[in-house]
DNA sequence: CTTGTGTGGTTGCAATATTAAACCGAATGC
DNA sequence: GCATTCGGTTTAATATTGCAACCACACAAG
């Protein structure tokens, strides 16, 4: 079986997905996002075996999107909390939820909506903006090659 | 393994991941969204099973997500297609890209950028907004709970 | 200090999914 | 008509998941 491996993918959304594309982790990091830390909360929530827990917590913390820190309310267990790159999947989670919250079948059976914690407001859909403001659908955008980045200070003839 | 079903949840996030939260569909979806439409077209561009292949995109039509079309070059072959629903992912797309761009250790390894079609530049970040127009962190958001949707035309007393 | 319990795992084994490769019929191309 | 491509299906080998049992350590009570 043997996952084919998509790191080393020229595409974005595919080192994406390498990352944290799996079965588990993006529930992980949702629930991490929620405030949850520690081992026997993910297992509580999420219901997956330990094993299964285990893995995935180790392999976020050494791909940076979570981080162990030595302990929080005095004892001497460990807690799983997320880095900087971890918080940056918020958008990500944002995004999922709204399409569930858009096309689903059952609309009635979503338990939660998402709301701006000053005024207790729904949110705005997220949306993809031009550089002169305007709102951009997918046919209004296309994929351009990176440009290479020139070597700096050094001759290029 | 019996993949545990996450279609009942009530989280809308472990919702749409039940749809399309596996390896290979939201890669299928990428290059639906990219014009690929033919059996071949993906096989080729992703380098997975066909029989993979197959069930991924049969359980995608199942599920509302692509749809299959008669034909589109004269030949006898049929095509598959984003639905609407389908085509929602897209938001999807772009945060994961987004995540990429901005935290990948290898940046140099992304191909493509994405780009306002009508002037050729960039897009911007996704934002997330409130109803009066604040741009929204992760903490300055929180769930509520869904209000239930109230029987219309029921009197209540 | 000894027993008991909860936390945070590890280890096996059975079940299931993925893959690669062979195979195959129908549709095209020549 | 003959070879090739397209779009799969089948088969066997391999990898991953899930479940359940086990286990070590921390902590609390006595």
């Not at 595409?11 to 929620?34: E, Q, T, Y």
């Not at 900087?84 to 990500?92: A, L, V």
């Amino acid at each position: 079986m043997k996952r084919t491996s998509l790191a080393g993918d020229s595409c974005p959304v595919a080192r994406a997905l390498d990352v944290f594309g799996d079965w588990w982790s993006l529930l992980i990091i949702r629930d991490a996002s929620l405030g949850r830390r520690r081992f026997g909360e993910f297992q509580a929530s999420l219901g997956l075996a330990k094993n299964i827990l285990t893995t995935r917590l180790r392999t976020l913390v050494e791909r940076g999107i979570l981080k162990t820190v030595p302990a929080s309310d005095g004892s001497a267990y460990q807690e799983y909390v997320l880095t900087p790159k971890g918080h940056g999947i918020f958008p990500i989670l944002v995004a999922l939820r709204q399409w569930t919250e858009e096309f689903d079948e059952h609309p009635d059976e979503i338990a939660t909506i998402m709301v701006d914690r000053a005024k207790g407001k729904p949110v705005k859909k997220l949306a993809l903006l031009s550089q002169d403001g305007r709102v951009l659908s997918a046919t209004d955008t296309t994929l351009k090659l990176r440009p290479a980045k020139r070597a700096r200070r050094l001759a290029t003839a």
